[in-house]
């Protein structure tokens, strides 16, 4: 029989040995043996799997090697077959019979996968097909490196039973200071797949641009699109391209979260439409980093006309159930108008079919529907007021993304000497500071179903290129998507994390991804 070897979220010391170690495959009762005295190396899995038992043995890829994925799994199995091209050179057919087999069957874990390697197969299963695709990115870190000049592909053997702590993993792009076209984010959206991510909240409007086309309102793109932090040219999807990201963050079973920030953030719109200002004159196109200077003008009719072909428009492009209207940092507007103002904008949303989402701040709000989620992004200690408004928030039946700005927002700079970054939210931001928190404990009097899950915000002031989003996200959203999926373990230890993240970094320097070698980890 094989040596069972437990290697849960549990194990410490057995995933530090899984960093790097080897093991020689032997023969596994019952099925072939591959070359006796083969060294094949266990990698380690980003986010941590809630269950791991690695076996003696291996599976090796050869020139039987077949994919068997038909009916639901198909599309996946077309994905795996990319992604193995991508890393081994070798384009494997599909065959029913075929040894690397994806089956959508129930009885797995809900929203997660099972995943078994032993000399004579893969398999990956799951209740559909996106909990397949969770799996194929577990087996993609289980693969050797990518190199097509080797043919030297084998698995180590191991069964993983694998699902989320949260519901909702997520990153936010802000393509508003700065503007990132349609290829920027699918390839963003690639590189937060391989984390098991599965939202990215598009933040689409600011002070400094609007970026999405809107029917009846062109101005909006042909003004407010074409400026940016730095006087920038700007720029904007059109609905059709906004749509082609939808389908593509599809593809990879991540939903789209749109925002349009209001009331305030909304420079870009003023300056766009004089009769939104309440003086209705057009303000100035805004290039500066500052906030909390701009509102949308309340107490008048078409400000709300506005509103709802926004969100009725985007609504209709979206399938993802949440619209994010914002609602931070309004301090241009009263607080009594942006009581009123929330309302009625979260009953817009609802008349659209979606739920509203907004930063913790629209918890002054008194009517919000059940369900509205508030993303908290105050520090993870609440300072002021925003504990207080969590409290009205969970309290009108909310739910909470946990987004604390100390430890999540991956544009804070990661030192001092750093010249990309802002430095507001208790900078520096370590790899190990955006590791060591847990997202319930910021508001431990909540149970964990208050608590949908977490996200790494990344704004853009200081981001101008795709090289500087990946450098800026990675390492650190690693940390934030192990601690959106993986257990809640109070004992885990960023001194384990970081040597399963120096192999992780072979993935994304295969990748291409623009990562900062932080000292924090003994990168390979
Ligand atoms: C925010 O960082 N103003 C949500």
């Not at 609007?210 to 062109?218: A, F, T």
Request: proline share 6%; with cysteine.
């Amino acid at each position: 029989m094989a040596f069972l070897h437990r290697m849960g979220w549990y194990g410490t010391l057995a995933i530090i040995l899984a960093g790097a170690s080897t093991v020689s495959t032997t023969t596994v009762a019952g099925v072939p043996s591959n070359p006796p005295g083969e060294n094949v190396t266990m990698r380690s899995v980003i986010p941590a799997p809630v269950e791991r038992i690695n076996l003696d043995g291996s599976y090796r890829f050869n020139s039987d090697s077949a994919i068997a994925a038909t009916g639901e799994a198909r599309g996946v199995g077309e994905y795996l077959a990319g992604i193995l091209r991508g890393q081994t050179g070798e384009l494997l057919p599909f065959n029913n019979l075929g040894n690397i087999v994806l089956v959508v069957e129930p009885g797995h874990p809900q929203n997660g996968y099972s995943l078994s390697i032993n000399s004579s197969r893969i398999w990956i299963a799951a209740n559909d097909a996106a909990g397949l695709f969770l799996g194929v990115q577990t087996l993609r870190q289980l693969l050797p490196p990518p190199n097509p000049n080797t043919h030297n592909w084998a698995v180590a053997a191991t069964e993983i039973t694998d699902f989320p702590r949260f519901s909702y993993r997520g990153a936010m792009l802000d393509v508003a200071r700065h503007f990132f076209g349609v290829e920027d984010v699918k390839r963003y959206i690639d590189e937060i797949a391989m984390l098991k991510l599965n939202v990215l909240h598009l933040h689409l409007s600011d002070d400094q641009g609007w970026r999405l086309q809107i029917n009846g309102w062109p101005r909006l793109t042909q003004v407010g699109g074409a400026s940016e932090v730095g006087g920038g040219a700007g720029g904007f999807y059109t609905q059709a391209q906004y749509s082609e990201i939808v389908a593509y963050a599809a593809s990879r079973y991540i939903t789209i979260v749109p925002e349009f920030d209001m009331p305030g953030h909304t420079n870009a719109a003023l300056s766009s439409y004089a009769e939104l200002n309440c003086n209705n004159r057009a303000t100035r196109p805004y290039h500066g980093y500052g906030v909390g200077f701009s509102s949308l003008c309340v107490r008048k009719e078409l400000t709300y006309k506005f509103i709802a072909d926004v969100v009725n428009q985007v609504a209709a492009l979206t399938p993802g159930p949440y619209f994010h209207l914002g609602g931070d940092e309004s301090s241009a507007t009263s607080l009594g108008d942006y009581k009123y103002f929330v309302d009625r904008v979260a009953k817009i949303i609802t008349d659209a079919g979606k739920l509203p989402m907004g930063w913790h701040d629209i918890g002054y709000a008194p009517n919000l529907p059940k369900g509205t989620v508030g993303e908290y992004w105050d520090y993870t200690t609440p300072r002021g007021a925003s504990a207080s408004l969590i409290e009205w928030l969970l309290d009108a039946g909310g739910k909470l993304v946990m987004a604390p700005s100390n430890v999540a927002y991956v544009d804070q700079k990661y030192s001092s000497s750093e010249s990309i970054g802002t430095n507001w939210a208790q900078p520096p931001l370590t790899l190990k500071e955006s590791y060591s928190w847990d997202p319930t404990s910021v508001f431990p009097s909540y149970p964990e179903q208050s608590f949908l899950g977490v996200e790494a915000p990344l704004w853009t002031e200081t981001v101008k290129t795709m090289a500087d989003i990946e450098y800026m996200a990675f390492p650190r959203i690693a940390a934030i998507a192990e601690i959106g999926w993986s257990k809640l373990n109070p004992s885990r230890s960023f001194e384990e994390f970081v040597i399963r993240l120096a192999t992780f970094g072979v993935y994304m320097e295969s990748a291409g991804i623009n990562f900062k070698r932080t000292p924090e980890v003994p990168w390979q």
